[in-house]
């Protein structure tokens, strides 16, 4: 029995088309042979052309709640040339004339599913290796690179193959799991903790696919804030795999960290300076006593396991970063990407020069890249210095610097307020002997303000599309660069 035109190429190819006739033979004589492949196996596995449109043709029947059998079929195929030259529609008959396959349909089917990956595999590496044969002036190698890593991270994931549909029963069995996690975490969390249980009422954690903004002015804490959230989820995946939690039970994740402004020794110091509680200032300049010395050798040592990655590749595009992150997946099994900030990423350089586009690919960028590789992705973004100019400075939706397709593409926007930032710039001068009583009374009226200002700030959720907004009071102290929860009597503000 002769199929495709086997010669030279065709040859080496991965395929079995006995396995994909056997296949389709238990198919027509057991349709609910499809009920367990569907899902997964589709028309363009199969190695012979005919073989999948008749796989094709069968689903089609199959979705109009019609019996699949050689009778139903041969109206489909009396004028299909492949099948004639196998004798016509009579070959449907001789599919199911062994019904061996119906002991292993679901192993013909896994294995068709297998050789279409190889196959696929094949084709992007000749791709690869007629993209690197060209050294035309147009040509840009590490840009053909990036593109071989995508289409290799498709084959390993089976994207190529697989595409993006799910049925009810698996979407509400993983939404039911999620509910699960919430209810076994005490009500709060059914995605990535933040380690904040403020933050974590309010949104319930970190989700799977979603675009998280954290935004503010320079001087805010974004960083720290970043920093603090990707340090407690990594630590809180770190203690879980150390008390025997299985890895889809933990409420931690192990995080990458992309720092295009900061180094990594820079972050690592912000990061043992709030577990050592040492002043980072202090550790900047290594004018520390033995005691907090031996602080930071205890933090240094009891962290060394920490699922931490840091990449501080400075000016990297939106395409590398992607690459990256693919790249730290598939070695590392991360589950929540941090990005530090949005607008020192690079587009692909299509946009013209026009800025506002440049960031529209970016989030665009960022946010596919939550949903193709399944974790939560949060990015620093800057605001306009329009903040600055208002007498109220909280942030707003609107401040959200260059592009209103942050605001689009992103699921939360969170931003970051310091009252106690802009309150020390309108800082009277301070009294002295001959400060007269008014100028002493202005002082203290402003000293007695600000201690209710001091080490706090607030996390205005404006945007969240799985639940509510509202602002979350939370302590900081800047000193150690350290986020906390904040005691007080009512919940958080709903606005």
């Given at each position: 029995m002769r199929f495709q035109n086997d010669e030279s190429d065709g040859q080496r190819l991965p395929r079995n088309v006995e396995a994909e006739a056997t296949f389709l033979g238990a198919l027509l004589i057991d349709n609910r042979v499809a009920e367990d492949v569907q899902i997964r196996l589709r028309p363009e596995h199969f190695y012979e052309p005919l073989h999948g449109r008749i796989y094709e043709q069968a689903l089609k029947l199959l979705d109009k709640n019609m019996v699949v059998t050689p009778v139903t079929l041969k109206p489909y195929f009396e004028s299909d040339e492949a099948m004639k030259a196998l004798g016509g529609p009579s070959y449907l008959a001789k599919l199911t004339g062994d019904g061996a396959g119906l002991i292993g349909a679901r192993d013909f089917a896994n294995q068709i599913y297998d050789l279409a990956l190889l196959r696929e595999l094949v084709s992007v590496g000749r791709t690869l290796v007629e993209s690197a044969l060209d050294t035309s002036e147009t040509v840009d190698p590490k840009e053909q690179i990036e593109e071989a890593e995508t289409a290799l991270y498709r084959v390993s994931e089976g994207e190529a193959q697989e595409g993006g549909v799910r049925s009810f029963l698996q979407a509400s069995t993983e939404a039911l799991n999620n509910v699960e996690r919430a209810f076994n975490s005490g009500g709060k969390v059914s995605g990535i903790t933040t380690g904040l249980t403020d933050i974590n009422a309010k949104m319930g954690g970190l989700h799977r696919s979603d675009l998280l903004i954290l935004a503010g002015r320079p001087g805010m804490g974004k960083t720290s804030l970043a920093t603090n959230i990707a340090f407690n989820a990594a630590h809180r995946y770190l203690r879980d795999m150390q008390d025997g939690i299985a890895p889809e039970d933990s409420l931690g994740a192990k995080t990458a960290f992309f720092s295009l402004e900061m180094s990594a020794d820079q972050l690592a110091t912000r990061i043992l300076s709030e577990q050592a509680e040492i002043s980072s200032e202090k550790l900047r300049m290594g004018s520390i006593s033995r005691d907090e010395m031996h602080r930071l050798a205890i933090a240094s040592r009891e962290l060394q396991d920490l699922p931490l990655f840091i990449d501080d590749t400075p000016a990297l595009t939106i395409a590398a970063l992607r690459t990256r992150a693919r790249r730290l997946q598939r070695r590392q099994g991360i589950g929540l990407i941090v990005v530090d900030y949005l607008q020192l990423l690079q587009g692909s350089g299509r946009a013209n020069d026009n800025r506002v586009n440049e960031i529209s690919?970016?989030?665009?960028?960022?946010?596919?890249?939550?949903?193709?590789?399944?974790?939560?992705?949060?990015?620093?973004?800057?605001?306009?210095?329009?903040?600055?100019?208002?007498?109220?400075?909280?942030?707003?939706?609107?401040?959200?610097?260059?592009?209103?397709?942050?605001?689009?593409?992103?699921?939360?926007?969170?931003?970051?307020?310091?009252?106690?930032?802009?309150?020390?710039?309108?800082?009277?001068?301070?009294?002295?002997?001959?400060?007269?009583?008014?100028?002493i009374a202005k002082y203290s009226a402003w000293e007695t303000d600000h201690q209710s200002k001091v080490n706090k700030a607030t996390v205005i959720v404006a945007k969240n599309r799985q639940g509510s907004t509202g602002n979350i009071n939370l302590s900081f102290l800047s000193e150690f660069t350290k986020f906390g929860d904040l005691a007080y009597d009512e919940g958080p503000e709903e606005y």
């Open positions: 690919e970016i989030s665009r960028g960022l946010k596919t890249l939550a949903k193709e590789l399944q974790v939560p992705v949060m990015a620093l973004s800057q605001l306009s210095r329009a903040v600055e100019s208002r007498e109220d400075k909280r942030p707003q939706l609107s401040d959200l610097r260059e592009s209103g397709s942050i605001e689009q593409d992103a699921d939360i926007v969170m931003f970051i307020f310091r009252e106690e930032y802009y309150h020390l710039a309108i800082r009277p001068d301070q009294p002295d002997g001959n400060s007269t009583p008014e100028q």
